[in-house]
T-cell receptor, first 115, second 112 residues
Framework: GAGVSQTPSNKVTEKGKYVELRCDPI?????LYWYRQSLGQGPEFLIY????????DSGLPNDRFFAVRPEGSVSTLKIQRTERGDSAVYLC?????????????FGPGTRLLVL | DAKTTQPTSMDCAEGRAANLPCNHS???????VYWYRQIHSQGPQYIIH???NNETNEMASLIITEDRKSSTLILPHATLRDTAVYYC?????????????FGTGTRLTVIP
């Protein structure tokens, strides 16, 4: 059954390194979202894809963050020159369509720790 | 998006109804009220949503006041597995505003 899956579940890296986080959405879902959750806070929006294109990337904190979804299914969030402040849980969600009435289904997240 | 206000934390006895309030006094006519919850170390889980009318599903009931400025999520018979952070979110009906704004939510602890 296939819910949203994310890999890896945990990632430890050193400051300055590059990381990639992967999201497999529910099959057939056209909309995909990335959120970031810091300790004790609610998830914060990063970017939204409709199909292959980024329809809204207003939540990306700076140009070190980039995401792709080349075939309209799997998405990769890429973080360059990681900083300790990037440590957080990165959550992916998908929905059947892009409408605001669509329910978003979340994956378990990737816990990123930057040392 | 309209801002929501929720209590930071609440306790509920196992088997009793849990009533989680949410204020959204600046909500506009074209905004849904959504509830999600997040159990420790898991991703958020959709619970229920509504626009004007009260709603009920297998998980919970959502009561929205007539002026739509507040709502209450009701878990009719809370279990230990309902211990989680509950987020009340308002979200525009119009397309193009698709992300969820979570806030800090209410931490519900169900006590045996």
């Amino acid at each position: 059954g296939a819910g949203v899956s994310q890999t890896p579940s945990n990632k430890v890296t050193e400051k300055g390194k590059y990381v990639e986080l992967r999201c497999d959405p529910i099959s057939g879902h056209t909309a995909l979202y990335w959120y970031r959750q810091s300790l004790g806070q609610g998830p914060e929006f990063l970017i939204y894809f409709q199909g292959t294109g980024a329809a809204d990337d207003s939540g990306l904190p700076n140009d070190r963050f980039f995401a792709v979804r080349p075939e309209g299914s799997v998405s990769t969030l890429k973080i360059q020159r990681t900083e300790r402040g990037d440590s957080a849980v990165y959550l992916c969600a998908s929905s059947a369509g892009g409408g605001s009435g669509e329910t978003q289904y979340f994956g378990p997240g990737t816990r990123l720790l930057v040392l | 998006d309209a801002k929501t206000t929720q209590p930071t934390s609440m306790d509920c006895a196992e088997g009793r109804a849990a009533n989680l309030p949410c204020n959204h006094s600046t909500i506009s006519g074209n905004e849904y009220v959504y509830w999600y919850r997040q159990i420790h170390s898991q991703g958020p889980q959709y619970i229920i949503h509504g626009l004007k009318n009260n709603e009920t599903n297998e998980m919970a009931s959502l009561i929205i006041t007539e002026d739509r400025k507040s709502s209450t999520l009701i878990l009719p018979h809370a279990t230990l597995r309902d211990t989680a952070v509950y987020y009340c979110i308002v979200r525009p009906v119009l397309t193009g505003a698709n992300n969820l704004f979570f806030g800090t939510g209410t931490r519900l602890t169900v006590i045996p």
